[in-house]
């Protein structure tokens, strides 16, 4: 079975979304299916820098944060057979749109603000969460284009992680 998903489906493929959308639940379970592996970039610019990321924001800003995250992303583009799941604001950069584009079958998993709310409530681990509402509801309507453009879009909301992931093969299944 995982092998027949290895010759079928692209091999490289991308999680995108808000913060709170389900790229780290759904992306290893979608993973262990294809038999790809699944890397988290968040994870990968943390272990590239030594340090976490409300670290690197704190100590570095965001500018340095999203060049980190274009490097990360940048080394991993040729890897086969991989799940990668991207932060929120990965996709806003048009180096990280342009590889996107180029070496990955891309699902933009789409949950409302409301449910963004609700799903990651003050994690102190997420820096933007800092954010007053206001300027989050506007980081979310300024990112939405940006996810439409670059994703085929799968709604969460009301889903479980596996009909979740059903849904994302069944999707590749068409591509
Ligand atoms: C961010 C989202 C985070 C992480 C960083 C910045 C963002 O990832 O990359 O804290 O700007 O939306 P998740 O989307 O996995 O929380």
Redesign the pocket.
Known sequence: MVEEYMEKYPSRIALIG??GAG??TVGPLLAGKLGYTFLDL?TLVEERAGIQ?RQIFSREGEGHFRELEIEALRGIKDTEKLVLGL????PTSPENQVILQKYFFTVYLVCSFEEFQKRTGRDPS???LLKTEEQLLKLYCQRLPIYEKLGEKLSTEGRSRDEIVQEILTRLDST
């Not at 932060?87 to 990965?90: F, K, T, V």
Request: proline share 8%; aromatic share 8%.
């Open positions: 808000f913060m790229k780290s968040d990321i932060g929120g604001g990965a997420r820096p933007q």
